[in-house]
């Protein structure tokens, strides 16, 4: 049996579940990086002497490996258990950054690509969904609050990164001064950043790696005590993918993402088109960019203080308010947001609240539909529903906003047909959640659910 | 309730642990707080 095996990482009585969330965190601050790509982008596009559609690629390729790899490698990571799957995630990402460092130093930006992207990417997969089924087998109380900790630290991540990479490539390249608009660091200083952040990423996970356990019985999910979801369920992941219910979550997933990414993807430019009169902009480019930090907190907040309120209020609530809260603020800001920057603001920040507390919400809401069987694997296959919003949401905005006028010159009403879009979008997925029923028994996995009934009966008996 | 054979995890280790990821959170934090003022003083 190895260090890494999940039979070697059972916690031994006593051990503190309060170590897990900071074992998931050090992993997702990491990951989290991703969402910082854009401190990069200048740089990269004169390093390569490259358009920013070919530098953008590079993230896009990260979130569809995201998706994809989180699907397809989730049992996979379900039955290793979160260390093994650590520290894999940990090796693909630092090897994403070193591999992108090799090419911004030699000019090819295929290796940026295949680094960052590909590896890194399937890195990001196995890292997001890595602690995720261990927390909520920690805490079977508070499942929100656990999943709400680590998938905050995923948007935490890019508040860190953010300020991080800008004093690296300062530091590399002292005549970067990231503050100046349209500065640009050196290929050398560029490539020494990735490979630092490299090797700071991969120590940080392992630390995590080295943290984690899973709980006293957890060492084999064959002979586990599971928590069963609503009606006892208890499913596998591949029995789960063939009900009504994951794929009308998958649909409730994909609206909320598509709808946040529509105000996240283009948020400085258009707070600055809504204020937008004969030609200027009353909000400058600074403010513009503070309105970019303040969705970024509460993208980051939404995710722990939303999924902890699910706890209280329960999952499909919790989504009524996300999608139908969410539906009428995207239709006060399509209709009445430029009339003052602070409305605008406040409608904007709490759209993306609950675009985060989406994301940080849906492991506990797998949980209750499909217990704990496989929930870690059942979560990596509804990513795909992150990557083709991911996908979806631009597309939607940016195709819209292309038919109506030119960046620059766009003003509040040309947002009025994709924000109107998305209130669409958001209608779909209130109406699919509000049809998610339990699972039928008929998809149970029986043998499991009599073992488990029957360890709890003895659990229960031996303590008597 | 802890059981003679029960080592309860150290109360330091814990702290540590947050420590480590807490602060980078909290510098991050930080950061976006003093660029998200732009909003109000840009």
């Given at each position: 049996m190895?260090?890494?095996d999940k039979q070697a990482i059972v916690a031994r009585p006593g051990y503190s579940r309060?170590?897990i ?53 989730g049992t996979w990571v379900e039955r290793s258990g979160p260390r093994k799957a ?45 602690p995720v089924s261990t927390l909520i087998k920690w805490f079977p109380d508070r499942p929100?609050?656990a999943t ?64 984690v356990r899973v709980p006293p019985g957890h060492g084999d999910d064959s002979t586990a005590e599971h928590s069963p979801g609503t009606n006892g369920a208890l499913v596998r992941a591949s029995s789960a993918?063939?009900t ?119 492991p506990a809401?797998l949980k209750d539909l499909f217990g704990t069987l496989e929930v870690g694997a059942i979560h ?58 339990p699972v039928s028994d008929t998809h149970f996995d029986h043998d499991a659910h009599a073992a488990n009934e029957e360890r709890v009966a003895d659990r229960q008996e031996a303590t008597r | 309730m802890s059981t003679a054979d029960e ?36």
């Open positions: 190895s260090v890494l309060w170590l969330p900071p074992a998931a965190l050090a992993v997702h601050l990491s990951i989290g990086q991703v969402y910082a790509f854009s401190v990069f982008k200048n740089s990269l596009v004169a390093s390569f002497d490259t358009s920013l559609t070919a530098i953008g690629w590079v993230f896009s390729i990260a979130i569809v490996m995201l998706g994809l790899s989180a699907a397809v490698l650590m520290l894999a995630s940990a090796i693909c990402w630092g090897t994403g950054f070193v591999v992108g460092s090799a090419g911004i130093a030699t000019g090819q930006l295929w290796l940026l690509y295949l680094g960052y992207g590909v590896i890194g990417g399937i890195g990001l997969g196995i890292g997001y969904i890595s929100g609050l709400g900790m680590a998938i905050m630290g995923f948007g935490g991540g890019a508040l860190i990164a953010s300020p991080l990479s800008n004093r690296l490539m300062s530091l590399y390249d002292p005549d970067f001064v990231a503050t100046e608009p349209g500065a640009v660091a050196s290929g050398t200083a560029l490539a020494q950043t990735f490979l630092t952040l490299g090797v700071i990423y991969t120590l940080f996970m392992l630390i995590g790696a080295a943290l993918i063939r009504r219910q994951f794929w009308l979550l998958w649909v409730v997933l994909f609206c909320n993402v598509t709808a946040g990414i529509g105000i996240l993807e283009q948020a400085a430019p258009m707070i600055q088109d809504f204020f937008r009169e004969d030609g200027s902009s009353a909000i400058t480019a600074a403010a513009a960019g503070g309105f970019v930090g303040v969705l970024s907190l509460a993208n980051m907040s939404g995710r722990f203080v939303w999924s902890s309120l699910s706890d209280r209020i329960g999952r499909k609530p919790t989504y009524v308010m996300y999608l139908g809260v969410g539906l009428v603020f995207y239709l006060l800001l399509a209709l009445f947001g430029s009339a003052s920057p602070v409305i605008f603001v406040a409608l904007a920040a709490v759209i993306i609240s609950f675009y985060g507390g989406g994301f940080a919400t849906v809401y990596g296959r509804l990513l795909t529903a992150w990557a083709a919003a991911g996908v979806a949401g631009p597309l939607i905005v940016n195709g819209i906003l292309d038919s109506v006028g030119e960046p620059g010159n766009l003003v509040a009403a040309d947002y009025r047909p994709a924000l109107l879009t998305m209130v669409g979008v958001l209608a779909v997925g209130f109406v699919a959640n509000l049809l998610i029923k | 080592t309860p995890t150290s109360p330091l280790l814990i702290t540590l642990a947050w420590l480590l990821v807490g602060v980078p959170l909290a510098y991050g934090l930080w950061q976006t707080l003093v660029r998200a003022s732009a909003l109000v003083n840009g």
